[in-house]
């Protein structure tokens, strides 16, 4: 037996658990969460949690498809849920198989406000704000799970505040599942679509109506070869029969003994049966307790899969079950059911020729196809398949096709038009090899109207059947198509989410998306013929991302309707786009425009100004005002670069604009000096006035306790820098060749550590004039900031031809020897590096390595990371001395590991170098002419300058008779 259609909705797939629970473990493993997991199994309801998974699995693929295989999902939201990575993945993950399975989401808000999970405030923010931080995390991705956290929270479910009954909500909660997950248990659900299923059930029924004389309890055998479905049967009857008995269960022995152990299966056994924590037993003698209670109860269990008679022995050898108990076991092996005398046997056999071939026909083909060629196919793949269901039951639903591998189109047209039940269908290639050849839609009437996913990459055709019925439609994926338009007239389209036909340059026009009213995301980038936006799509108040970038045949984008959900609008780099009002109520709104030909002042159309955090209008010099469309007290990233008129009104404006974090205003080569009004923007964390003109900085400017990074890239007037905030971590400012002094807040030893995440980054790159003090200072706040071990980078770069004295280790060429016994609190395997330079490269960023060596043989690298030396982004080449200082922690770890080979080989005196390697694509390769390195743990900032740690061990070969001398004194700066 085996199901005729798997193309039934999910709420009637069978899946393998009733509940997955996503939550944060540091938050609620140990209390919430584990005592909702009790109650769910104390009910009998299969609930995934994490420590399921097998150990040496692939992490991700194991949650994903326990995901797949759930029918209801609880998803605990507690204050750190938003900081796992692996929390937002898996709501991202459970909220895709709601929209397109419709799996029941009952989100549980734990001591969380649910507005804060809604909008990702207070806790959810700054999880988000360390995100962004991380460069393996897209921005995509985090818009993704962004919105899944919106989503989610709207959702209805239960809030547990701090003066909650948790066992009350715990009860409800549990009910609440059961009620929902209650079509579940019903048997008929089981058969429905099941080849041949109803004659072996009667069969097996037949026996067990049999009863037995083994002490009230019957045992039966279901046997036969893999793949036949066993488990379908015994599933199927268990179903059908378990509320007859006052305890079930069901057991897959085979893999679940592998994955936890006989012991756990008797307790699972056990406490499904009795119901309580008693049966938590270590071995296999049953306490008598339990044996007396087994026998006052009329139970049903099946045991799935058994492959071993002890395991038998070990689960049910011992006990004793009320009168009218039925023992079901299947297995492959009928010697496992001789060795315990098992009487009453079933032994499963294929599907009989006719049973075969209704259920590979029925679920590919429509039932009234009679097309000899493909019947004919049909039989041979029946055949072949010997009536084995599992080897019947594949490409129902989906089929991927390669169109270089077709030779007639045709021949897929009547095999599409004979499919009914296809939901996911996605083709590539190019038919014939060419793929500039259109096809007429005419003849192409073979789409499902149970079509869920339809993904062609490089379509031929100029637009989709007239008969396309897409009301199931949820995912159109055409990138790279050949369409004009997608369809005539207006599609019921009340499931679609997505459309993505990027790079689909013969696109004139879209069609009406009224009805599209779950539409959420809309992807035309680099339509370049796409004239305009039809008006129904910015008038849908489900649309979350409107994808534009590229269109440069697009004029205007304007909308009358103040839209609700528009989390994101790139219209950037759409060269002809003159108009624009688009507005939208979304206090997350991201505008990109920039690159338009958008003029003058931007106004709202719909009567009200768009909530905002981002809006980047960079290379918009004519833009002059942008207040009347967008409420600057919400404004938190601005990129006014080249807009030098409109970036002078805005200064000037600062006191409308608190939430301000990060103003680029770059190539606003008009920009003379700041307003002191800029000491109003008190949430400052980034500021870029590269290639201006000012000459210095409001002395305000250290007041701003949140800035972390100040860029000024080029710009050649700037003389000095005014007293920074102890906040500073970046400073670029290469090609500032007029600078000359940089003034900082003093330093301290104490500070936030771990609370910011940006690396620390000094680059003075070509600034000829700057004075050595300026350069110390900035050396110390590297060491520093490395030294609380906040952060896995930092670096320093500035003109010079000398490795800083300070650095323990030091020689002329790229390669130092370096004496290990010499560093105070060796654990600590951090490490600076120093190269100094004679020329930056030309036009080819480099790579630079750092290489332990023991006796001139390579150990392994001293840098995790390397060092990439760019290429200056001003003209002409620099043929001036640069010094480069980086740091990477942990770089002694794996050194320590081969020392220690070495040694348990015997061997004890070894010459340890540090060697600097160049890696180019090109031939002219930058010259190191000197290097160094120095442990963290040996120096520390003392008195204003660096200084080294002394430490009074015996010298050993590897290091200079310089370093040797200099070690007398206590300190060396």
């Known amino acids: ?40 199994r104390r009910n009998q309801i299969d609930t995934y949690i994490d420590y399921r998974l097998e150990k040496g699995d692939e992490v991700w693929p194991s949650l994903e498809k326990a995901i797949e295989d759930s029918t209801l999902f609880l998803v605990i939201f507690s204050e750190n849920y938003a900081s796992s990575t692996w929390c937002l993945k898996e709501l991202a993950k459970i909220l895709e198989c709601s929209k397109n399975q419709g799996c029941f989401v009952m989100p549980v808000f734990y001591r969380v406000d649910p507005s804060h999970v809604r909008k990702q405030s207070w806790s959810y923010e700054r999880a988000f704000e360390e995100h962004e931080r991380k460069r393996n995390i897209s921005n995509q991705q985090l818009q993704k799970w962004r919105e899944a956290l919106t989503q989610a929270a709207n959702l209805s479910g239960w809030h547990c505040s701090f003066n909650r009954d948790e066992a009350e909500l715990i009860k409800e909660i549990v009910n609440q599942v059961m009620q929902k997950l209650g079509p579940r248990y019903q048997s008929e659900y089981y058969l429905k679509g099941l080849i041949g299923i109803h004659k072996r059930m009667a069969d097996v029924e037949s026996l067990l109506d049999k009863g037995s004389n083994n002490g009230g309890c019957q045992f039966i055998g279901i046997w036969g070869m893999g793949g036949l479905g066993k488990t379908t049967l015994a599933e199927a009857l268990f179903n059908k029969l378990l509320f007859t008995y006052e305890g079930f269960c069901f057991l897959n022995v085979r893999e679940e003994s592998k994955k936890y152990g006989m012991d756990a299966l008797r307790r699972e056994l056990l406490w499904r049966l009795l119901g309580d924590k008693e049966s938590h037993i270590g071995n296999a003698i049953y306490p008598h307790t339990i044996i007396s209670r087994l026998r006052q109860k009329k139970v049903l269990i099946v045991l799935d899969d058994v492959d071993d008679v002890q395991q038998l ?152 059947p007239a008969t396309l019925k897409a009301e199931s439609l949820v995912r159109l994926e055409m990138p790279f198509s050949r369409l004009t338009r997608l369809w005539d007239g207006v599609q019921n389209l009340v499931n679609l989410s997505k459309i993505m036909l990027r790079q689909s340059k013969d696109l004139i026009e879209l069609s009406d998306f009224s009805k599209a009213t779950r539409l959420e995301k809309v992807d035309l980038e680099r339509c370049s013929k796409l004239r305009s936006v039809h008006p129904s799509i910015l008038s849908l108040h489900s649309l979350r991302a409107l994808l534009l970038h590229g269109c440069t045949s697009l004029t205007s984008l304007k909308s009358d309707t103040h839209l609700q959900s528009l989390i994101l609008l790139d219209a950037s780099y759409c060269s002809s786009l003159e108009e624009f009002s688009v507005t939208s109520e979304n206090e997350d709104l991201c505008l990109h425009l920039s690159g338009t030909a958008i003029s003058g002042a931007l106004r709202s159309s719909s009567g009200h100004r768009s909530k905002i955090r981002s809006l980047f209008l960079f290379g918009c010099g004519n833009v002059t005002s942008v207040h009347k469309l967008i409420k600057l007290r919400d404004l938190r990233n601005l990129d006014a670069g080249g807009c030098n008129e409109l970036a002078s009104r805005l200064l000037f404006k600062c006191d409308k604009m608190g939430a301000l974090e990060s103003p680029w205003l770059a190539y606003c080569n008009e920009l003379s000096e700041l307003p002191n009004d800029i000491r109003l923007l008190s949430s400052l964390r980034f500021l870029d006035l590269s290639l201006s003109r000012v000459q210095t900085l409001p002395s305000s400017i250290k007041h701003f306790s949140r800035l972390q990074c100040l860029r000024l890239d080029g710009c050649k007037r700037l003389r000095c ?66 030294k609380k071990a906040t952060y896995d980078y930092a670096r320093l770069e500035y003109p010079g031809k000398r490795v800083p004295r300070w650095l323990m280790y030091r020689d002329k060429g790229s390669s130092v020897s370096v004496n290990l016994s010499s560093i105070p609190n060796s654990e600590d395997g951090g490490f600076i590096f120093c190269a100094v330079f004679s020329k930056l490269p030309s036009a080819v960023g480099e790579n630079i390595d750092a290489k332990w060596f023991i006796d001139g043989k390579y150990a392994c690298r001293a840098a995790k990371r390397s060092l990439y030396l760019g290429p200056p982004w001003f003209s002409k080449d620099v043929d001036l001395w640069h010094v480069v200082l980086w740091c990477v922690p942990d770089s002694l770890g794996e050194l320590k590991r081969k020392i220690e080979e070495r040694k348990r080989n015997g061997q004890s005196n070894m010459e340890l170098k540090v060697k600097f390697e160049v890696r180019s694509d090109h031939d002219r390769i930058t010259e190191i002419k000197r290097c160094g390195v120095c442990p963290t743990s040996a120096v520390e900032y003392q008195d204003g300058d660096i200084k080294q740690i002394q430490l009074p061990l015996p010298h050993q070969p590897g290091s200079n008779a310089m370093e040797a001398a200099s070690r007398k004194r206590k300190y060396r700066s």
Not at 329 to 340: E, G, M, P, Y
Request: net charge neutral.
């Open 313 to 464: 022995e070990n689960l049910v050898g011992r006990c004793e079950f009320g009168l009218g108990s039925k023992i079901l076991i299947t297995t492959r092996d009928r010697q496992v059911l001789a060795c315990i005398k098992v009487v009453d046997m079933y032994a499963l056999d294929c599907l009989n020729q006719d049973e075969a071939f209704d259920l590979f026909y029925i679920n590919t083909f429509r039932n009234d196809y009679a097309d000899l060629k493909i019947r004919k196919l049909a039989q041979e793949v029946t055949e072949y398949a010997g009536g084995n269901p599992l080897a019947l039951k594949g490409g129902i639903e989906g089929m991927i096709i390669n169109l270089s591998e077709v030779e007639e189109m045709w021949v897929i047209i009547k095999a599409f038009d004979s499919m009914p039940n296809l939901k996911l269908l996605k083709v590539y290639g190019d038919l014939n090899g060419q793929p500039g050849n259109k096809l007429n839609a005419s003849g192409m009437k073979f789409l499902s109207r149970n079509l869920v996913l339809l993904d062609w990459v490089r379509c031929p055709l100029e637009s989709l």
């Open 1 to 40: 037996m085996a199901s005729s259609s798997s193309s039934a909705p999910s709420s009637q797939s069978p899946k393998k658990y009733d509940v997955f629970i996503s939550f944060r473990g540091e938050d609620t493993r140990f209390n919430f969460t584990s005592h909702l997991h009790e109650a769910l």
């Open 721 to 786: 820098l005014p007293e920074l905030p102890p906040s500073i971590l970046q400073l670029i400012a290469p090609n500032c060749i007029s600078l000359e002094t940089i003034q900082y807040s003093p330093l301290t030893k104490e500070g936030e550590e771990g609370k910011d995440k940006a690396c620390p980054l000094f680059l003075f790159t070509n600034c000829k004039k700057l004075n050595r003090r300026s350069i110390k200072d900035a050396e110390a706040r590297v060491l520093l900031g490395i």
